[in-house]
């Protein structure tokens, strides 16, 4: 089984900075075989996709945050990053990270919600 905890989240200024955290719990044979992404969801609006990982550890972003958002993973705590600088009140929204067992995605592809089996239960980051 493939458990992931989100934590980090809070109230910031715009403009500031926030770094989000996803503690991934999982066998080791398990770890080694997914990929990760974060996504995010304001209400009243879908979920999108943020940043994601390949299977090569090159990464994907979402338009709306690249050049601000960086993606990265410790392998040796098992735990997932997004940094996010330069916040707007528009990326107030619940943070989600994911895990996903298809390796072989390729750019917007990575950030496709349905391609993803396992989900945390979400950070809540507000910028204001």
């Known amino acids: 089984d493939v458990q992931l905890v989100e934590s980090g989240g809070g109230l910031v200024q715009p403009g500031g900075s926030l770094r989000v955290s996803c503690l991934v719990s999982?066998?080791?044979?398990?770890?080694?075989?997914?990929?990760f992404g974060w996504f995010r969801q304001a209400p009243g609006k879908e979920r999108e996709g943020v940043a994601a990982?390949?299977?090569?550890?090159?990464?994907s972003y979402a338009g709306s945050v690249k050049g601000r958002f960086t993606i990265s993973q410790d392998n040796a705590k098992n735990t997932l990053y997004l940094e996010m600088t330069s916040l707007k009140p528009e990326d107030t929204a619940m943070y989600y990270c994911?895990?996903?067992?298809?390796?072989?995605?390729?750019?917007?592809?990575?950030?496709?919600?349905?391609?993803?089996?396992?989900w945390g239960q979400g950070t809540q980051v507000t910028v204001s």
């Open positions: 994911a895990a996903r067992t298809t390796s072989y995605l390729y750019g917007s592809a990575r950030l496709n919600r349905s391609m993803y089996n396992y």
């Open positions: 990982f390949g299977r090569d550890g090159s990464t």
């Open positions: 999982a066998l080791t044979n398990t770890m080694s075989e997914l990929r």
